[in-house]
Each structure stands twice: as structure tokens, then as C-alpha cells.
């Protein structure tokens, strides 16, 4: 039973399904071989910690890095502004909750400004962020 009609001369016939399996194998080759890695954008060194432990949910997130850049959610911010923007935060989301993520290098005297700051701006817990012991 042969339904296609004779053709005189020769007729050229392609058959391209290797050729698609070959695309869908450098497709799939590609795909395995990317790395896709989220980079944060702050370079932080979070201090070591044995009673660190990890959070469920994460409120705002204020970052204060080694050379004392300040980062609101991941958005840079003037030091001198970070009070108006935590205020007009804690009154917008009425949550009361927010961590600190310092860096190790960051001094002392800079992280207890910003406690106090964030404190003033209406928010009363205050978690400090921390990598957890490898000891453990």
C-alpha cells in the first residue's frame, strides 16, 4: 500500500528528528552545566555564634557593613535618613520586628548607634544576625 503519488525524478526527503534530538541534547547539555547562584548583593562577614539559630520568618532586615554602609532591605540608605525611613516603615507595616545583620569588622560603638536608632524609630525587637558555630 503505497498512498504517496510517483513522482518523476528523484524527490528529496529529510528527515530531521535526529537533528532534533541532537538540539534537544545541547539544550539539556546547557541547562545542567549553568550554574545559577543567587549573589548577594552585601558583602557581609555575619560573627560566629553556638546559639545561633536559623529563622522561620524574616522581617525587615537592616544591614550595616565593615565600612559602615547602611542597606535597608537591600537598598542603600544614608545613615542620617535611616530614622525616617524605619519610622515611616514601622508605621506603614505596624510590625515591630526587624534584624540587625553587622559585619564582624563592623566597630561596636556603630552597632549600638544603630540598635539605639532602630529602637527610636518605634520598632522593640531588635534580633542581631549571626553565622552559627561550625563546632556544633
Keep these: ?12 526527503i529529510l528527515n530531521i528528528t535526529s537533528l532534533i534530538d541532537v538540539m534537544f541534547l545541547l539544550l539539556i547539555f546547557f541547562m545542567v552545566t549553568s550554574t545559577f547562584r543567587n549573589q548577594p ?7 560566629r555564634s553556638s546559639t545561633a539559630s536559623a529563622t522561620v520568618d524574616t522581617p525587615t532586615i537592616v ?25 515611616r516603615l514601622h508605621v506603614s507595616t505596624g510590625d515591630d520586628r526587624i534584624v540587625l545583620r553587622a559585619d564582624q569588622e563592623a566597630t561596636h560603638g556603630r552597632v549600638v548607634e544603630m540598635i539605639d536608632t532602630i529602637k527610636q524609630s518605634g520598632f522593640t525587637r531588635v534580633s ?3 553565622r552559627q558555630s561550625a563546632a556544633q
Design 1 to 12: 500500500m503505497n498512498f504517496r503519488p510517483e513522482k518523476k525524478g528523484r524527490s528529496l
Design 63 to 87: 544591614f550595616l557593613t565593615e565600612a559602615g554602609d547602611v542597606f535597608l532591605n537591600d537598598a542603600p540608605i544614608a545613615p542620617e535618613e535611616l530614622a525616617s525611613a524605619l519610622e
Design 41 to 47: 548583593a552585601i558583602n557581609l562577614v555575619l560573627p
Design 128 to 130: 542581631l544576625s549571626a
